[in-house]
């Protein structure tokens, strides 16, 4: 059926949206309102004067700029869901969340829904053929975003902080258990195959693998479980668990919290590896580097995606201290973006 004929008002914000720089056409309008991303054709005017409110039309204006690439919107949508927190617009927060999670899976042949539950041995060898299905055809980068920073730094002679992560989260050693921890979460491989794949990929530090292992000794005495706090402890189902139970003022507020960082971030970085040494050293040497940013759950130049960002909210709303931490990084970055460059 063809589109009707653009309305005067759709046509009005047409020119609004122009006049700010940017280039919209009324299908896009359309397709921003069914997505919720844009308020309904109704609310676009005032009631008194009926001209266009201007916060409607730079969310239009907004929308046109991360468009103008031709990109999906991605996470950024996300943002406009919470910001507005209706019932209707957090269901589709919700939704969108817990999918990016299941993506990769169903890009792999993997059915989240036919993950086998229990202890048996023909679960355990069902989810650990899935887990394998996972990494068919897949290649392990030489280097993840921290190391090909202290690479670029150990070429430019200057000097990073030291991590306080393994090496190479992407390591081939890491890889293995760590689809199997998506699977079947933490039950399935235990803390010493976990702590012997880190020895793995992490050969020139023998001191941070022993701290682990004096930390989950010490953990074991006092009778906690140093892993139930892990994002991955339940594995996939624990994740989407934690997305479809979270109360929606707060999950609305990790999104925020999390997608502004990342902008955040994303702005610092790029001008910072090449001009600003000692401010990329003030990042670094932060604990939410390692918490955050090493261990990728911040999209940074393209990397991660949703994927990052659902991790990132997960640990917004369930890991003690992790929000509170994001906050004060945030707080950090204000700081440095507010810094003039140097001459």
Same mark, same amino acid.
């Given at each position: ?80 869901? *919470?910001?507005?927190?209706? #019932? &209707?617009?957090?269901?589709?927060? /919700? !939704?969108?969340?817990? $999918? %990016? ?99 793995? *990929?992490?050969?020139?530090? #023998? &001191?941070?693998?022993?701290?682990? /292992? !004096?930390?989950?000794? $010490? %953990? ?117 973006? %507010? ?5």
């Amino acid at each position: 059926m063809a589109r009707t004929k653009p309305s005067a008002l759709e046509l009005a914000m047409v020119t609004a949206v122009k006049e700010r720089g940017f280039t919209v056409s009324p299908t896009q309008l359309e397709r921003w309102r069914t997505q919720l991303w844009l308020a309904r054709t109704a609310d676009w005017t005032d009631l008194e004067t009926g001209e266009l409110r201007p916060e409607v039309v730079h969310r239009a204006a907004t929308l046109a700029g991360i468009s103008k690439t031709g990109r999906k919107i991605s996470w950024y949508g996300w943002v406009f869901w *919470a910001i507005d927190a209706t #019932p &209707e617009s957090t269901a589709r927060l /919700r !939704a969108a969340v817990a $999918d %990016a999670f299941t993506r990769p899976f169903r890009g792999a042949g993997v059915d989240f829904s036919q993950i086998p539950k229990g202890d048996s041995d023909e679960a355990f060898d069902a989810r650990r053929e899935m887990a394998a299905r996972m990494l068919m055809d897949r290649s392990c980068p030489r280097r993840d975003f921290d190391g090909a920073l202290r690479a670029g730094a150990f070429g430019a002679k200057f000097e990073l902080p030291p991590s306080r992560s393994v090496s190479n989260i992407f390591h081939r050693a890491l890889m293995g258990p760590g689809a199997r921890m998506l699977i079947g979460g933490i039950a399935d491989i235990g803390f010493e195959e976990m702590a012997e794949a880190w020895a793995a *990929a992490t050969p020139g530090n #023998p &001191e941070m693998i022993e701290n682990i /292992r !004096a930390v989950q000794r $010490d %953990a074991a005495l006092a009778g906690d479980d140093s892993f139930a706090q892990f994002p991955l402890a339940h594995g996939l189902p624990g994740l989407i668990r934690a997305i479809q139970e979270a109360d929606g003022q707060r999950l609305c507020a990790a999104v925020l919290a999390c997608t502004k960082a990342t902008t955040a971030l994303t702005i610092l970085v790029p001008h910072v590896v090449a001009n600003e040494p000692e401010i990329l050293r003030t990042l670094m040497a932060d604990e939410m580097w390692d918490l955050w940013v090493r261990v990728g759950f911040a999209p940074v130049l393209g990397t991660g995606g949703e994927a990052a960002t659902a991790m990132s909210v997960v640990q917004h709303l369930h890991f003690p201290g992790w929000a509170e931490g994001l906050e004060r990084y945030q707080a950090l970055m204000d700081t440095l973006l %507010a810094q003039p460059p140097s001459v």
